[in-house]
C-alpha cells in the first residue's frame, strides 16, 4: 500500500513523503526534496496574476498600467538609435451612442474587433519590425506605438494608414457597422516622459473629436495652452453655477405682418468678473463637455419661466404667447433622461405658474432625428403640452420630407437662409418650400437671423408667420425686455 504523506516545510525545504508497506510489519518510505518544483509551480502562478493583473480582460491587449510600460520602453529604444517614435491615441466616435443603439454585447464586439485591428497592425517589411505595439487605456480609448526606422515622417505615414484601416466597415452580429475613430499623434523624443507623451497625443485627439472626428490629428504645442484655458473656464463656470455668476437674456420674437412682439427666446450668458462677456459658443461647449450643461439648462429654464409668468400677469402682457428655451444634446441623451427632463419642466411649470401651452422648447434638426432615448425624451416633453420647435433647419440631416416623422410644432429656418435670401434665388425657393411643407403638417414657422426690412418683407411674403433678429432687437437683460416686450405688444391688448 502506498501512502503519500503531507508535506513537510521547514526553512527553505519542501519534502515529499512517500510510503510504501511491504507485509504487515514492514514499511519502506522514500523522502524527496521538491523544493525546486514548489518554487517554480509559485513563479508560474505570480506569472499568470501578473498577466491578468496587467491584461484587459475585454480585448486581451496590455491595459493601461502595461500600456505605460510599452510607452516607456519604447522611449527608452530612442537613446542611442536611429529610428524614430510616434505615440497614438486613438478613440472610437460616437461610441456611446453606437453602444446604446446596438446594445452592450455588440459594444463590446466592436471593441474587440478594433483591438484586432491594432494587435494585428504590420509595419513595412522593410522596417524589419514585427507589429504595432497597443494597449486599451480604458472605455474605447486606444494607445498604439509606430516605430519607424527612420525620420518622423515614416512613423506619420503609418499612423495614418494605421487611423485608415480601423475606419473601415466592422461586422458585427452578421451586420456592418460603419465607425470612425480620431487620433491624437505626437512624435516622441529620447528624454520625453512616457506619460506627458500620452497627455499630449490624448490632447491632439480630443481636437481631431472636436472638429468632426475620423481623422489624425498630430499635436500642437497650442493645443496645451488651450487645454488650460478650458480647464481655467470649466473651474470659474462651475463657480458661477454655484454662486450666481450666471443670467438669462431674452431676444423679441414678431409677427412679420405687423411687427408686434409675441414672445421671446431665452439665452444664457455669462459675465465674468475679470474677462468680461464670455461668449455662449465658448462656455456652453465647455458646459457639455464637463457634464454642467444639465444645470446650466435647468438654471436657464427655471429663471425664464419665472420671468416670463411675471411678464404675462402685467396689463397686456397675455398677448405674450411664447417663451423659446434650447435643449441640448445632454439633457435628452440616455435611457434615464426622459423622465429626468420632464420633471425638471414640470417642477419649473409649477414653480412659475406658467401655462404649459407658452413654453417652446427648441431642439436642434440633428438631435431630433436621433436614437431612441431623444425621441422618448421628446415624448416625455410633449406629453406635458409644451410645444416643441426644430431650431437651425436647414443645416443638419433632417429633408423637407422627413419633417412628418419628427415630432414638433414649430420649424425655425436658420440664419444663414436668411442672410442670403434677398441674393440668392436658390435660397428664396427653399424658404418658400419650408414654408410650405411645414404648413402643410399644421407646423408653424419661425425665420433667425433678421436683420435688414428687406429681409422681413421677403419672410412675410413666403407665409412665414414669425421672426426675430437683431432688426427688431438684440438680446436684453429682463428688465429691458420686459419693458420692449410691453412696448411691442399688438394694439388691440394696448389699455
Known amino acids: 500500500m502506498a501512502v503519500r504523506g503531507p508535506a513537510v516545510r521547514g526553512g527553505l525545504q519542501v519534502l515529499g513523503l512517500r510510503l510504501l508497506r511491504l507485509d504487515a510489519s514492514t514499511l519502506m518510505a522514500s523522502v524527496s526534496d521538491i523544493t525546486l518544483a514548489e518554487q517554480r509551480e509559485a513563479q508560474r502562478l505570480n506569472a499568470r496574476l501578473r ?12 491595459n493601461r498600467v502595461a500600456g505605460r510600460e510599452l510607452v516607456a ?4 529604444r530612442l537613446r542611442g538609435g536611429t529610428h524614430s517614435l510616434a505615440v497614438l491615441v486613438i478613440n472610437v466616435d460616437r461610441f456611446t451612442m453606437l453602444n446604446t443603439r446596438l446594445g452592450t454585447a455588440a459594444g463590446d464586439e466592436l471593441l474587440r474587433q478594433v483591438a484586432h485591428r491594432l494587435s494585428g497592425a504590420l509595419v513595412p517589411e522593410s ?6 505595439p497597443a494597449a486599451r ?17 515614416d512613423a506619420l505615414r503609418a499612423a495614418v494608414n494605421l487611423v485608415d484601416s480601423l475606419c473601415r466597415p466592422y461586422l458585427v452580429d452578421g451586420q456592418f457597422c460603419h465607425v470612425t475613430v480620431s487620433a491624437g499623434l505626437v512624435p516622441a523624443a529620447a528624454q520625453a516622459d512616457p506619460d506627458t507623451l500620452v497627455e499630449d497625443a490624448g490632447l491632439a485627439m480630443r481636437e481631431a473629436k472636436r472638429t468632426g472626428g475620423g481623422r489624425l490629428q498630430p499635436f500642437d504645442p497650442a493645443l496645451s495652452q488651450r487645454a488650460r484655458q478650458r480647464a481655467a473656464t470649466e473651474a470659474d463656470l462651475r463657480r458661477a453655477l454655484e454662486h450666481g455668476g450666471l443670467h438669462v437674456a431674452y431676444q423679441p420674437i414678431v409677427a412679420l405682418h405687423s411687427g408686434a412682439a409675441t414672445g421671446v427666446e431665452a439665452l444664457a450668458r455669462w459675465r465674468h468678473p475679470e474677462r468680461g462677456e464670455v461668449s455662449p459658443v465658448e462656455f456652453i461647449q465647455v458646459a457639455e463637455e464637463a457634464g454642467l450643461i444639465g444645470a446650466l439648462g435647468e438654471f436657464v429654464l427655471r429663471s425664464a419661466c419665472q420671468a416670463f409668468a411675471g411678464w404675462r400677469a402685467q396689463p397686456g402682457g397675455e398677448a405674450l404667447q411664447v417663451l423659446s428655451v434650447n435643449l441640448s444634446r445632454a439633457q435628452l441623451s440616455g435611457e434615464a433622461q426622459a423622465a429626468t427632463i420632464a420633471g425638471q419642466v414640470q417642477r419649473a411649470l409649477d414653480a412659475s405658474g406658467l401655462p404649459a401651452a407658452c413654453l417652446q422648447l427648441e431642439v436642434t434638426e440633428s438631435l431630433a432625428a436621433q436614437d431612441a432615448s431623444v425621441q422618448a425624451s421628446l415624448k416625455a416633453l410633449k406629453g406635458l403640452g409644451v410645444k416643441l420647435a426644430l431650431d437651425d433647419f436647414g443645416t443638419g440631416y433632417s429633408s423637407l420630407s422627413s419633417l412628418q416623422q419628427l415630432p414638433v410644432d414649430v420649424v425655425k429656418i436658420d440664419r444663414s437662409f436668411v442672410m442670403q435670401a434677398e441674393s440668392s434665388l ?25 436683420e435688414t426690412p428687406g429681409q422681413a418683407a421677403l419672410l412675410a411674403a413666403t407665409g412665414c ?9 438684440r438680446p436684453m437683460p429682463p428688465e429691458q425686455a420686459r419693458d420692449w416686450l410691453l412696448a411691442h405688444r399688438p394694439a388691440a391688448t394696448a389699455p
Open 51 to 62: 498577466t491578468a493583473s496587467r491584461t484587459d480582460a475585454l480585448t486581451g491587449l496590455p
Open 73 to 76: 520602453e519604447a522611449v527608452g
Open 127 to 132: 522596417w524589419e519590425a514585427a507589429q504595432v
Open 137 to 153: 487605456f480604458g472605455g474605447d480609448e486606444f494607445v498604439a506605438l509606430v516605430e519607424a526606422p527612420g525620420r518622423g515622417e
Open 426 to 450: 436658390h435660397h428664396r425657393v427653399l424658404i418658400e418650400a419650408t414654408v410650405m411643407v411645414a404648413g402643410s403638417l399644421g407646423m408653424h414657422t419661425v425665420a433667425e437671423g433678421i
Open 465 to 473: 408667420g414669425k421672426g426675430q433678429g437683431y432688426l427688431y432687437a
